[in-house]
């Protein structure tokens, strides 16, 4: 009986250890419907994560404040979105999540639609316009309208959810709305409204838009290896795409509910990997921030200026830039 219990014991101990190994090597993700974040499903997919020994999983989640409070939970152990998009209401500089590498610039992905009737951006002056809630192309519009001496305060904001782009582009009450792909061309594409067209995208204003990997502090401080064999895998998935972008288009299409041609025309019109040179020229490194902390600044400035952020967050305290100096591969 004493040598079952022993038995026992031992079993429990080596179930315990393996659990708390298997928890440590987990990266769970949220991101929004976007397909800058598809390197996570080709390293998935062509099995670099389980090769690095890695338990990767990834789920669409648009709504940021889910999101945030899921990782203050530490359901999660990463989430990926935009730098203006990481810096909303309501992060202050203690919030659980910080910048540890880019993974695509939008170069058209995000933009605003509308019709024949707004010539300009200075047109949509006291008229309603639809947008969800502290999304670039908002942040997008926010800059055009303060080249052109106004402001979101100029327009009458509408609140509405992404997804919903099409239907409500129906409504030509509507002036314009700021959206994103692949919802931005399909609203365009489908509509019935005379001159449907983008007005505005990301790619007239490049560097504005740069998508982030967000880890949890915590995790990373515990387990920085995992985060680093992480990285390593994204950015051979960036190699991948660009070097099989017909291959990669058949392998993600499933898992963005769109056709192989579908993700090869929002990719090639809307986004650009950014690979690990490219992240690393972004990130800097031996503690000094590469170009994503002036982007950081602008973005903070206006989120403010918008009321989408309510605290000034520092760059340097937002960005690490650690884990990515130690990732070595194609630059």
């Known amino acids: 009986m004493n040598a079952f219990i022993r038995l026992a014991k031992a079993a429990i101990l080596l179930s315990s250890t393996a659990s708390a190994a298997q928890s440590a090597e987990q990266i769970r993700i949220l991101a929004p419907t976007w397909l800058g974040f598809a390197p996570v499903h080709v390293g998935i ?161 490049r560097g504005l838009i740069v998508d982030a990997i967000i880890a949890r502090n915590d995790d990373l401080k515990a387990n920085p290896k995992k985060y680093a064999e992480f990285l390593a895998c994204l950015y051979e998935a960036v190699d991948f795409i660009k070097a099989e972008p017909a291959k990669f288009a058949e392998m993600v299409a499933p898992e963005f509910g769109l056709t192989p041609a579908e993700v090869t025309g929002v990719v090639e019109s809307s986004l650009s990997y950014t690979s690990l040179a490219e992240s690393k020229a972004y990130m800097g490194a031996d503690g000094k921030l590469g170009t994503l902390g002036a982007i950081f600044d602008t973005v903070m400035a206006l989120n403010l200026e918008n009321g989408a952020a309510d605290n000034k967050l520092i760059a340097e305290d937002q960005i690490d830039n650690s884990i990515i100096s130690t990732v070595t591969g194609a630059e």
Not at 134 to 142: A, D, H
Not at 187 to 198: H, L, P
């Open 45 to 205: 997919q062509n099995g670099c994560f389980t090769a690095r020994g890695l338990d990767v999983s990834i789920k669409f989640e648009d709504d940021l404040a889910n999101v945030m409070a899921a990782m203050a939970r530490g359901d999660i152990e990463v989430q990926m979105r935009s730098v203006g998009e990481y810096q909303g209401r309501p992060r202050d500089k203690d919030t659980p999540g910080i910048i540890i590498g880019t993974i695509d610039e939008s170069v058209g992905g995000d933009g605003v639609i509308t019709d024949d009737k707004i010539a300009s951006v200075a047109d949509l002056k006291g008229k309603t316009v639809a947008s969800e809630l502290n999304i670039p192309s908002r942040l997008l519009l926010q800059a055009a309208l303060k080249e052109a001496g106004l402001s979101l305060a100029d327009l009458q904001i509408k609140d509405i959810a992404t997804a919903d782009t099409a239907a409500v582009f129906a409504d030509e009450s509507i002036a314009a709305i700021a959206t994103y792909e692949p919802f931005m061309s399909q609203a365009v594409q489908n509509s019935t409204r005379s001159g449907a067209k983008v007005l505005l995208s990301s790619k007239d204003k």
